[in-house]
């Protein structure tokens, strides 16, 4: 069955302390990989498109990279700030037809302590 | 004022009711999305539509209904408002290259 899984569930930083979240895929036909940020209450907000293998993407301390089977967001140098939940969506054919739709990953709860 | 608006931004109801949740979007997408999120089952598409002619179900569309009445407006129903469909409640828009925006949200209780 075509899913996709963050790990790991919740992540506990100290400030400062850079670390990475991953986003593993089983889907085939990969058309894009989006990461988002959400604060509690909040809806999602847009971070970052991937489309190919060896592909990066990096805003203020967090950058973005894929491979064939997963995504990793590395976050440098953690801020209080940067705490909330991350958020991973596949777009990928499904039967031949390549759809609109994103499928979520569950997300990793970051928190950073000062 | 916020690309993505969503009313209400909480509601109470009872079991039975029907409930009507608004989205209105400023951002010119073609493409809006009904989600809703739970709790340790993440976000779930109820329904999307690619343009106003243009419906299609989710995932889990059993128990709700959507109307696109415009370019710009995508409303959920839920016919007969059941416990279990106490969650929060997103509205998102995208354009051709799928990146979506996400609307504030409706928390939806239902007692």
């Known amino acids: 069955e075509d899913q996709v899984t963050q790990s790991p569930e919740a992540l506990r930083l100290q400030e400062g302390e850079s670390s990475s979240l991953n986003c593993s895929y089983t889907?085939?036909?990969?058309?894009?990989l989006f990461w988002y940020r959400q604060d509690p209450g909040k809806g999602p907000e847009f971070l970052f498109t991937?489309?190919?293998a060896g592909e990066e993407k990096e805003k203020e301390r967090l950058k973005a990279t894929l491979t064939k089977k997963e995504s990793f967001l590395h976050i440098t140098a953690p801020k209080p700030e940067d705490s909330a939940t991350y958020l991973c969506?596949?777009?990928?054919?499904?039967?031949?037809?390549?759809?609109?739709?994103?499928?979520f990953g569950q997300g990793t709860i970051l928190t950073v302590h000062p | 004022d916020a690309d993505v608006t969503q009313t209400p931004r909480n509601r109470i109801t009872k079991t039975g009711k029907r409930i009507m949740l608004e989205c209105s979007q400023t951002?010119?997408?073609?493409?809006m999305y009904w989600y809703r999120q739970d709790p340790g089952l993440g976000l779930r598409l109820i329904y999307y539509?690619?343009?106003?002619?243009?419906?299609n179900k989710g995932e889990i569309s059993d128990g709700y209904s959507v109307s696109r009445q415009a370019q710009a407006k995508f409303s959920l129903s839920l016919e007969s408002a059941i416990p279990n469909q106490t969650a929060l409640y997103f509205c998102?828009?995208?354009?051709?290259?799928?990146?979506?925006?996400f609307g504030p949200g409706t928390r939806l209780t239902v007692t």
């Open positions: 991937l489309y190919s």
């Open positions: 998102a828009t995208s354009d051709s290259s799928y990146e979506q925006y």
């Open positions: 889907v085939s036909g990969l058309r894009g």
């Open positions: 969506a596949v777009r990928y054919l499904a039967g031949g037809t390549s759809y609109g739709k994103l499928t």
């Open positions: 951002k010119g997408h073609d493409r």
């Open positions: 539509s690619f343009d106003v002619k243009d419906i």
